[in-house]
């Protein structure tokens, strides 16, 4: 799995995160409908991966109307809506859509360079946060928890809060890995723990609400995590289920990291408050493998993401900067 997502021959190319663990396939985007439709039903996910498809898929609308900038800047903002919380989808369209003005190769070769320098951010934010437990830790191997799935698979390549559990892993410093579930879509128990055990790292999966339990009982000594959004006050948004955990580790006096490129960090939103929580469908959660799992009309509080306040937050870890 050199890449998650990609471009080529005149298309994004990109893992379907829907069909795994099950099979690992590819998908084919050639219009900004299709691409529109694989981010809403998560086929592409992770606020750094769907910052990049949002570049790749202005260069699809600059090819689509050659000499129509009213008609890229539509599907440009058709786009950036398709996910509102992740502040890396809007920040990927308005990079590529800069080099409109140039043309459609101009727009493409911005969105591809997007593609390459995914793995070199993500690993270097991954070393400052393994560095950083180093520094409370020392050696000893470590019982880390992850929430949701901020891997390679939600980014172009290597990984976010995974990539630092990668790059403990690499020096002999994970002991085991706690991965939550991550209801109601399951993106831990299908993807993190995909990836963990693609790479032989030592892990179990829990229930989400197992998770603060664990952090209670003395079984974690790091939460290590990704972010859709961080405001300017360092509220975090990520995975709905953060929260929880994030409030556990602090009564337990466990670091709480958040691992995320500087594309993450939204100088224009001064608090979570502020932050636009995506609401999911119903169906989602009244339906198990396309069974109706509850009663008939009821309702549903399905949000996509919370918001953690910043003074539960040890440190957010970027590729340049880190926000104690």
């Given at each position: 799995?050199?890449?998650?997502?990609?471009?080529?021959?005149?298309?994004?190319?990109?893992?379907?995160?829907?069909?795994?663990?099950?099979?690992?396939?590819?998908?084919?985007?050639?219009?900004?409908?299709?691409?529109?439709?694989?981010?809403?039903?998560?086929?592409?996910?992770?606020?750094?991966?769907?910052?990049?498809?949002?570049?790749?898929g202005v260069a699809l609308a600059a090819f689509?109307?050659?000499?129509?900038?009213?008609?890229?800047?539509?599907?440009?903002?058709?786009?950036?809506?398709?996910r509102p919380t992740a502040v890396n989808l809007?920040?990927?369209?308005?990079?590529?859509?800069?080099?409109?003005?140039?043309?459609?190769?101009?727009?493409?070769?911005?969105?591809?360079?997007?593609?390459?320098?995914?793995?070199?951010?993500?690993?270097?934010?991954?070393?400052?946060?393994?560095?950083?437990?180093?520094?409370?830790?020392?050696?000893?191997?470590?019982?880390?928890?992850?929430?949701?799935?901020?891997?390679?698979?939600?980014?172009?390549?290597?990984?976010?809060?995974?990539?630092?559990?990668?790059?403990?892993?690499?020096?002999?410093?994970?002991?085991?890995?706690?991965?939550?579930?991550?209801?109601?879509?399951?993106?831990?128990?299908?993807?993190?723990?995909?990836?963990?055990?693609?790479?032989?790292?030592?892990?179990?999966?829990?229930?989400?609400?197992?998770?603060?339990?664990?952090?209670?009982?003395?079984?974690i000594d790091a939460v290590i995590v990704g972010?859709?959004?961080?405001?300017?006050?360092?509220?975090?948004?990520?995975?709905?289920?953060?929260?929880?955990?994030?409030?556990?580790?602090?009564?337990?006096?466990?670091?709480?990291?958040?691992?995320?490129?500087?594309?993450?960090?939204?100088?224009?939103?001064?608090?979570?408050?502020?932050?636009?929580?995506?609401?999911?469908?119903?169906?989602?959660?009244?339906?198990?493998?396309?069974?109706?799992?509850?009663?008939?009309?009821?309702?549903?509080?399905?949000?996509?993401?919370?918001?953690?306040?910043?003074?539960?937050?040890?440190?957010?870890?970027?590729?340049?900067?880190?926000?104690?």
């Amino acid at each position: 799995m050199d890449r998650t997502l990609d471009w080529h021959d005149g298309a994004i190319v990109a893992v379907d995160q829907c069909a795994l663990p099950a099979e690992y396939t590819m998908i084919r985007l050639d219009t900004v409908d299709a691409l529109i439709a694989a981010l809403q039903r998560l086929a592409i996910r992770g606020a750094p991966a769907i910052g990049v498809a949002g570049g790749l898929g202005v260069a699809l609308a600059a090819f689509a109307h050659p000499g129509d900038e009213a008609a890229v800047r539509a599907d440009a903002a058709r786009l950036a809506a398709a996910r509102p919380t992740a502040v890396n989808l809007d920040w990927g369209v308005r990079r590529a859509l800069a080099k409109l003005p140039e043309g459609p190769d101009a727009v493409l070769a911005e969105a591809v360079a997007m593609v390459a320098e995914d793995e070199r951010v993500n690993r270097a934010a991954g070393r400052r946060a393994a560095d950083l437990l180093a520094e409370r830790y020392g050696d000893r191997p470590l019982r880390l928890l992850t929430h949701c799935n901020a891997g390679a698979l939600a980014t172009v390549a290597w990984g976010t809060a995974l990539g630092a559990i990668r790059e403990l892993a690499a020096a002999g410093r994970v002991e085991s890995v706690l991965a939550t579930e991550t209801r109601p879509l399951r993106q831990g128990a299908r993807l993190t723990v995909w990836e963990l055990a693609a790479e032989g790292i030592p892990h179990m999966l829990c229930v989400d609400s197992a998770g603060p339990a664990a952090i209670g009982a003395g079984l974690i000594d790091a939460v290590i995590v990704g972010a859709d959004r961080v405001a300017a006050n360092g509220d975090v948004a990520n995975k709905v289920g953060t929260y929880s955990l994030a409030c556990a580790a602090a009564r337990s006096g466990v670091p709480f990291l958040v691992v995320a490129p500087e594309s993450t960090i939204d100088a224009d939103t001064p608090t979570g408050a502020e932050i636009v929580i995506e609401q999911r469908d119903a169906a989602e959660v009244t339906d198990w493998a396309g069974e109706l799992a509850t009663v008939p009309g009821t309702r549903v509080y399905n949000p996509a993401f919370d918001v953690t306040p910043a003074e539960l937050v040890t440190a957010v870890v970027t590729e340049h900067r880190l926000y104690p």
